[in-house]
């Protein structure tokens, strides 16, 4: 029998990595729930970004870099890259290479995926893009002035 990191693993990776989505639509319980930073999203808008990626980005691809798996929890470090050929997240195409990387855990029970929370940083993609510089960022040091006689 193949572990469930190995189906988690292998589902997820079809999906975002191929946009092959019916693996993961398969492998995921009717109620599942994607935690990030914009709040809860269901599994149509799960597929809804998958399909947008692959629309934005030619060759785009997914790399697990590290998975891990601790009783009913899938930990997944990703990274995807691939070339901004389209709209994205109302950027135009900038022809550049972007790649990014985050991290998802995967709780699943019974078989199936229950939820998922992911985590990334989204000024690695508009860097990538030359959106937003990530250079130093600190502010610059105040000069202190002590005028006690």
Do not use: C
């Amino acid at each position: 029998m193949t572990s469930m990191l190995n189906r988690v693993t292998e589902a997820w990776t079809k999906a975002w990595g191929a946009g092959e989505t019916e693996a993961f639509e398969r492998l995921v319980a009717p109620d599942y729930v994607r935690q990030s930073k914009t709040g809860p999203e269901g599994l149509a808008q799960v597929v809804e970004q998958i399909q947008e990626s692959h629309r934005a980005f030619s060759d785009f691809q997914v790399t697990v870099l590290r998975a891990l798996e601790d009783e009913n929890l899938v930990a997944i470090h990703w990274e995807t890259a691939g070339k901004h050929t389209g709209d994205f997240m109302g950027v135009p195409p900038t022809g550049r290479t972007v790649t990014v990387q985050g991290a998802s855990f995967i709780s699943h029970q019974d078989g199936v995926i229950t939820s998922e929370s992911v985590v990334w940083d989204p000024r690695e993609m508009l860097s990538s893009m030359s959106i937003w510089h990530l250079g130093d960022q600190r502010s610059p040091r105040r000069k202190v002035q002590n005028n006690a006689n």
